[in-house]
């Protein structure tokens, strides 16, 4: 069941960043990111790569040079990690029209929105620039926290920023089941969005 709320609105609301207010990427986007890395024969086994160390990444474990050496099997010159770094970062960064008018709503009704993103540092930077941004009372970052959700530690980190807030006041969104399925266990009220802004506009407003 997706949605595990009440009907009272919450206090606060901490939203995850790509599948919810980011759109996924296209094909054609991860073509080109394979293009440059060379590997746009299997692309299958291209995406394999890229997500197998992308949890240390995410985590800012890994630089950008150490992630894409195990991308790619071999260190990347610079020309190359810099291409490689600016097509990633541009797969994540358009957002859905639809949801950022939600959100928007919420902002001016006064609900505190955090957010919760498993991201890596120059993502995370970028991110920090759009105008979007200014909607989030806090945005926090997996590569500044050092740790990915689903860790407990990340959303505790976001419950310290809304101070006093109990967690059953809070809504958690995630396109993540296993996300929520974590912030549930730390007494969270959870949004598994599966792509339609008219459940979270009702989970986050419920009164209308």
């Known amino acids: 069941m997706p949605l595990t709320t009440t009907h009272t609105s919450p206090d606060a609301v901490i939203l995850d960043y790509n599948g919810v207010i980011g759109v996924q990427p296209t094909t054609m986007q991860w073509l080109r990111l394979a293009r440059i890395a060379t590997w746009e024969e299997d692309l299958a086994a291209f995406q394999n790569a890229f997500w197998s160390a992308r949890a240390l990444y995410d985590a800012g474990q890994l630089s950008d040079r150490a992630y894409w050496a195990q991308v790619l099997g071999f260190q990347p010159s610079r020309r190359l990690l810099r291409a490689l770094r600016a097509a990633d970062t541009n797969m994540w960064i358009e957002t859905d029209d639809r949801v950022l008018r939600d959100l928007l709503r919420a902002q001016r009704a006064g609900l505190p929105m955090v957010l919760l ?92």
Do not use: I
């Not at 920090?128 to 590569?143: E, G, I, N, V």
């Not at 599966?194 to 009164?207: H, I, S």
């Open 117 to 208: 993103s498993n991201a890596p540092a120059h993502l995370s930077d970028v991110l920090d620039t759009h105008d979007w941004r200014r909607l989030m009372t806090h945005a926090l970052y997996s590569a500044r926290l050092e740790v990915c959700k689903p860790d407990p530690a990340t959303y505790q980190h976001a419950l310290h920023t809304l101070g006093a807030v109990h967690p059953e006041r809070v809504l958690f969104v995630d396109d993540r089941a296993d996300n929520c399925s974590a912030a549930r266990r730390l007494g969270l009220r959870t949004l598994h969005y599966t792509g339609r802004p008219a459940d979270l506009e009702a989970a986050m407003l419920p009164a209308g």
